[in-house]
C-alpha cells in the first residue's frame, strides 16, 4: 500500500475505501515488539532471558517546565486473547494493587502522577489497571476506571489525560471514566504541552511510516501536520520541552520551536540506528545513539538540532541503554533494562551507577534534581530521588 495514501479523504468520502482486515492494528503491534526482541537479542545473546523477563514500561513526565519523553512500550491490547484465550473485554476482574503490572508511568507536577498497565488474571493480563499517587510516589491508591482504559495512558494536567494504542480514549475527570475518540490509525506515541495534543500514527493498516497529528485539550481530535512528511517508525519517539517540539525516528528529525507553527527537517545523529532523545531545554538536546554492535555515542545540541556534537562515550553496559532522560546539560542518566540506571553529573564523561537495588525499567528526571522511576521483576514498584540521583527512595506497589 502506498504511504502517502490520503486517509482524510477516504474519511470524506473520496476514493475507494481500503478497510484493514480485522486485526491489523494488534498484528503492527505485535510486529513492532517482535523488533525490539531482535534488536536486544542482537546487542548480546547472554542477556535475552533476563531482558524477555521484563515488563515494558513507558515513562512520561509532564510539567510546565520540565515535558520530558522516554519510551514507549506496547500497550496491553483489548480483545488480545491471553494463554486461557480470555480476552481483556471477557473476564471479571476486581482492581488491585497487588495485581497491577505497570506499563506507563506519567506525572503532572513532583507530586501527582498514575501508574497503568494490566491487571493480572488466571493464564495472562487484561488492561485497565489504575492506580494514583498525590504524595510523589510514597503511597499509591488503586482506581476503578469506567470503562477501563485500554492503551499506554499519558495525563495532560490533574484531570485530562488520554490513552492511545489500537483505540484513542480521554477522561476528563482524572481517570474515572474514559471516552472512546475517532482515531486516525494506530497511535505508536502521544504527547502534549501546552494545550496541545501531539501524536505519531500509523495512518493505513500496511504503513510502515508514521505521520504527525495534533489536536487540542478542549478539541482533542486528532488533526494531520501535512508539513512533517511521513517518518521512519524505527525507535520513533516524539520530545517536548517549552514551545519546543522534536520528532525523531530511524533517519528522520524534524524541528519546530514556535508550537509547531513552522518545522524544520534537520540530521538525526544517530543515523537510524538505536536511539533516545531528551531535552534540558527548548534548544538543548542530548541524543544516545546505540549501534547493534560496539559502543554508544552520546550526542548533544544546543541550537535545536541544526548542529550536533559527538561529547562521549556511553557507559559499558551488557545490553542496548533503554531510555535517556536529561535534567540539565550535565545531568543525565540512562537506564538498561538490567539493573540501576547510569547517572553522570559531568557532560557524560564518567558515569555511575544508582545505589538500588534490582532492575530498573525506566527513569526520568521531572526537574533538575528530582527523578521518578520504575522497577520490574516479581515485586514491581517505584523509586525516586529528590538529590539528582545520589540517594534513593524505593516503594513498592503491592
Request: hydrophobic content about 40%.
Given at each position: 500500500?502506498?504511504?502517502?495514501?490520503?486517509?482524510?479523504?477516504?474519511?470524506?468520502?473520496?476514493?475507494?475505501?481500503?478497510?484493514?482486515?480485522?486485526?491489523?492494528?494488534?498484528?503492527?503491534?505485535r510486529r513492532g515488539r517482535r523488533r525490539?526482541?531482535?534488536?536486544?537479542?542482537?546487542?548480546?545473546?547472554?542477556?535475552?532471558a533476563v531482558v524477555g523477563a521484563l515488563?515494558?514500561?513507558?515513562?512520561?513526565?509532564?510539567?510546565?517546565?520540565?515535558?520530558?519523553?522516554?519510551?514507549?512500550?506496547?500497550?496491553?491490547?483489548?480483545?488480545?486473547?491471553?494463554?486461557?484465550?480470555?480476552?481483556?473485554?471477557?473476564?471479571?476482574?476486581?482492581?488491585?494493587?497487588?495485581?497491577?503490572?505497570?506499563?506507563?508511568?506519567?506525572?503532572?507536577?513532583?507530586?501527582?502522577?498514575?501508574?497503568?498497565?494490566g491487571l493480572e488474571v488466571v493464564g495472562?493480563?487484561?488492561?485497565?489497571?489504575?492506580?494514583?499517587?498525590?504524595?510523589?510516589?510514597?503511597?499509591?491508591?488503586?482506581?476503578?476506571?469506567?470503562?477501563?482504559?485500554?492503551?499506554?495512558?499519558?495525563?495532560?494536567?490533574?484531570?485530562?489525560?488520554?490513552?492511545?494504542?489500537?483505540?484513542?480514549?480521554?477522561?476528563?475527570?482524572?481517570?474515572?471514566?474514559?471516552?472512546?475518540?475517532?482515531?486516525?490509525?494506530?497511535?505508536?506515541?502521544?504527547?502534549?504541552?501546552?494545550?496541545?495534543?501531539?501524536?505519531?500514527?500509523?495512518?493505513?493498516?500496511?504503513?510502515?511510516?508514521?505521520?504527525?497529528?495534533?489536536?487540542?485539550?478542549?478539541?482533542?481530535?486528532?488533526?494531520?501536520?501535512?508539513?512533517?512528511?511521513?517518518?521512519?517508525?524505527?525507535?520513533?519517539?516524539?520530545?517536548?520541552?517549552?514551545?519546543?517540539?522534536?520528532?525523531?525516528?530511524?533517519?528522520?528529525?524534524?524541528?519546530?520551536?514556535?508550537?509547531?507553527?513552522?518545522?524544520?527537517?534537520?540530521?538525526?545523529?544517530?543515523?537510524?540506528?538505536?536511539?533516545?532523545?531528551?531535552?534540558?531545554?527548548?534548544?538543548?538536546?542530548?541524543?544516545?545513539?546505540?549501534?547493534?554492535?560496539?559502543?554508544?555515542?552520546?550526542?548533544?545540541?544546543?541550537?535545536?538540532?541544526?548542529?550536533?556534537?559527538?561529547?562521549?562515550?556511553?557507559?559499558?553496559?551488557?545490553?542496548?541503554?533503554?531510555?535517556?532522560?536529561?535534567?540539565?546539560?550535565?545531568?543525565?542518566?540512562?537506564?538498561?533494562?538490567?539493573?540501576?540506571?547510569?547517572?553522570?553529573?559531568?557532560?557524560?564523561?564518567?558515569?555511575?551507577?544508582?545505589?538500588?537495588?534490582?532492575?530498573?525499567?525506566?527513569?526520568?528526571?521531572?526537574?533538575?534534581?528530582?527523578?521518578?522511576?520504575?522497577?520490574?521483576?516479581?515485586?514491581?514498584?517505584?523509586?525516586?530521588?529528590?538529590?539528582?540521583?545520589?540517594?534513593?527512595?524505593?516503594?513498592?506497589?503491592?
Open positions: 500500500m502506498n504511504d502517502d495514501l490520503d486517509f482524510d479523504a477516504l474519511l470524506r468520502g473520496r476514493g475507494d475505501e481500503l478497510a484493514p482486515p480485522p486485526g491489523a492494528w494488534e498484528a503492527i503491534s525490539r526482541r531482535m534488536k536486544t537479542m542482537l546487542a548480546g545473546a547472554a542477556v535475552v515488563t515494558p514500561v513507558a515513562v512520561s513526565i509532564h510539567h510546565s517546565s520540565t515535558d520530558q519523553r522516554l519510551q514507549v512500550a506496547a500497550p496491553v491490547q483489548s480483545g488480545s486473547p491471553n494463554a486461557l484465550g480470555i480476552t481483556a473485554d471477557s473476564p471479571v476482574v476486581h482492581p488491585s494493587l497487588s495485581l497491577l503490572v505497570p506499563s506507563s508511568l506519567s506525572f503532572v507536577t513532583q507530586t501527582e502522577g498514575w501508574v497503568t498497565g495472562g493480563t487484561v488492561a485497565g489497571g489504575l492506580a494514583r499517587t498525590t504524595d510523589g510516589g510514597l503511597t499509591w491508591s488503586i482506581e476503578t476506571p469506567h470503562p477501563a482504559p485500554q492503551g499506554v495512558v499519558r495525563f495532560a494536567d490533574a484531570d485530562q489525560g488520554y490513552s492511545f494504542g489500537s483505540a484513542y480514549q480521554a477522561t476528563n475527570d482524572g481517570g474515572l471514566t474514559w471516552q472512546t475518540l475517532p482515531s486516525p490509525g494506530f497511535i505508536a506515541d502521544l504527547e502534549t504541552s501546552n494545550g496541545v495534543i501531539w501524536a505519531l500514527v500509523r495512518s493505513c493498516a500496511r504503513c510502515e511510516r508514521l505521520r504527525l497529528f495534533q489536536a487540542t485539550l478542549t478539541a482533542p481530535q486528532l488533526v494531520r501536520v501535512p508539513r512533517v512528511k511521513p517518518i521512519d517508525s524505527y525507535d520513533a519517539t516524539l520530545t517536548l520541552r517549552g514551545h519546543a517540539i522534536y520528532v525523531s525516528g530511524g533517519k528522520d528529525f524534524w524541528a519546530s520551536n514556535d508550537d509547531g507553527y513552522s518545522w524544520r527537517h534537520e540530521t538525526n545523529p544517530c543515523l537510524g540506528g538505536g536511539q533516545a532523545f531528551a531535552a534540558w531545554s527548548a534548544s538543548g538536546l542530548a541524543a544516545e545513539c546505540t549501534p547493534v554492535r560496539g559502543v554508544g555515542s552520546l550526542f548533544e545540541t544546543v541550537d535545536a538540532g541544526r548542529h550536533w556534537t559527538d561529547i562521549a562515550n556511553l557507559p559499558r553496559v551488557r545490553a542496548a541503554v533503554g531510555t535517556l532522560s536529561a535534567g540539565s546539560a550535565n545531568h543525565l542518566l540512562v537506564t538498561t533494562g538490567l539493573g540501576a540506571p547510569y547517572l553522570t553529573y559531568s557532560h557524560g564523561h564518567r558515569w555511575l551507577p544508582a545505589d538500588i537495588r534490582g532492575v530498573v525499567s525506566f527513569a526520568a528526571y521531572i526537574s533538575s534534581s528530582h527523578i521518578v522511576g520504575v522497577t520490574s521483576g516479581m515485586a514491581p514498584g517505584f523509586v525516586s530521588s529528590d538529590d539528582g540521583g545520589r540517594t534513593w527512595i524505593e516503594t513498592p506497589y503491592r
